[in-house]
């Protein structure tokens, strides 16, 4: 069965550094998300993708965060420079337009 | 503003017994509701979906209710294992294919 791969799956950094998450979605999927979820909440949408397309990043704090699909298939999501409060776990998914949304296992970041 | 909201944080269930986890939602625009499980350290996971113009849809042992009356969504989950523990999410889409979550609800089942 296939499966939205993210990396890596754990990843402690120190406040002020640079921290970069991947995600290859499944096969043939042209919309891809990314969202970050606190511990105890429910996941929030930062950025979504359409092909190499951004589609909505309204949520998006552009000042440290950026995302990127350049090719239209996997996706970079980065944050410099990492604060205490992005400790979370960022979730990447995907699906075909109008079809179910599969996530991925997450990655969890530790800012100290 | 709109959103999704649970009406209950948590929910204990007998082995064995049904578990009817609920939803409400406050946008009669969404097109499509899905409700997923998320196990603990574990990405969401997709259990069963329903278009609006359908009040119901079953899968194997869950059954999703659609009131759009109302604007209330139900996840029936027949005969409850061990396994089902978990938190669930009920998540909505609008036309440009946004998914918005709700808080959760956190099922224990009591063995």
């Known amino acids: 069965e296939a499966e939205v791969a993210q990396s890596p799956r754990y990843k402690i950094t120190e406040k002020s550094q640079a921290v970069a998450f991947w995600c290859d979605p499944i096969s043939g999927h042209a919309t891809l998300y990314w969202y970050r979820q606190i511990l105890g909440q429910g996941p929030e949408l930062l950025v979504q993708f359409q092909d190499e397309s951004v589609v909505d990043d309204s949520q998006l704090p552009k000042d440290r965060f950026s995302a990127e699909r350049l090719k239209g298939v996997d996706s970079t999501l980065k944050i410099q420079p990492a604060e205490l409060g992005d400790s979370a776990m960022y979730l990447c998914a995907s699906s075909r337009w109008g079809n179910t949304i599969y996530f991925g296992e997450g990655s969890w970041l530790t800012v100290v | 503003g709109e959103s999704v909201g649970l009406h209950l944080p948590t929910l204990s269930v007998q082995e064995g017994d049904n578990s009817i986890i609920n939803c409400a939602y406050s946008?009669?625009?969404?097109?499509?509701f899905i409700w997923y499980k998320q196990e603990s350290g574990k990405g969401p996971q997709f259990i069963i979906d329903i278009r609006s113009n359908m009040d119901k849809r079953q899968g194997q042992r869950v059954t999703v209710l659609l009131n759009k009356t109302v604007k209330h969504l139900s996840l029936q989950i027949a005969a409850t294992q061990p396994g089902d523990s978990a938190v669930y999410f009920c998540?909505?889409?609008?036309?440009?294919?946004?998914?918005?979550f709700g808080t959760g609800t956190r099922l224990t089942i009591i063995p």
């Open positions: 998540a909505e889409i609008r036309g440009n294919e946004k998914l918005t």
């Open positions: 946008n009669s625009a969404s097109d499509y």
